[in-house]
């Protein structure tokens, strides 16, 4: 596996690995409805370069209303579905774009991802990394790290590639990532929205002048391990 890249935005590489494929996108609602009508909502992006795209999420309301609006999306937990029936072949591309981190059982969703790739499939996994610069100055200014009150573990990559590994999985391309924030969330004043420049900036000099395993999010491409005997 080549040195990991350094990305400071996510979404052109998620794109471009969809474009053209059968993909299954979960966690598609991004938490609320209001992340719909924002230009950058995942779901939408992903739905104009998929060949085909079905997302999946537990926010049940946002997922009804968003059926109605004719996207192609259902009610289910990540962690427990199966879709097998109806997709025998199973998805070119599984999207779990910010979702592991608020599970209860990642193991479970690890399977039932496996489960549902095309023999030469990719899953990818974005989420917060455990060691990010950003986690450490959040620390020492506000004595913790500001999470999304949803979060249930924090990921280091190599305890994670051990999670994957133990699921069959095996990962075949990482990336770091650390994004600007002041171009992806609303700030309600100009302050804090320069603030969040100026904390994307000092994260990029920690990255670069020290160590890339000081970013904030990691991106894993994972393949299904080579069968090792048994059935699913």
Known sequence: MRKPVILTEKDTLLSELCRGKDVLNLGCVNHTLEAVQRPNWQHGRLAEAAKSILGLDYEKEAVESLSKQGYNVRYADAQN????????????????????????????????????????????????????????????????????????????????????????????????LTQDTSKIHVHKTITLNVLAKLFFWIQLLFIHTLNRGFSKEMIFICKKAPASGGNE
């Open 81 to 176: 579905f199966d879709l097998r029936g109806e997709f025998p072949k199973g998805f070119q591309v599984i999207v779990a774009s910010e979702i592991i981190e608020h599970l209860n059982n990642p193991g479970n969703f690890l399977d039932c991802s496996r489960k549902h790739l095309a023999d030469d499939g990719i899953l990818i996994i974005t989420t917060p990394h455990a060691y990010g610069i950003a986690f450490f100055m959040e620390v020492l200014i506000f004595g913790e790290e500001k999470i999304n009150d949803d979060h249930t573990m924090t990921f280091s990559r190599k305890n994670l590639t051990h999670l994957l590994k133990r699921n069959q999985l095996e990962v075949v391309d990482f990336l770091w």
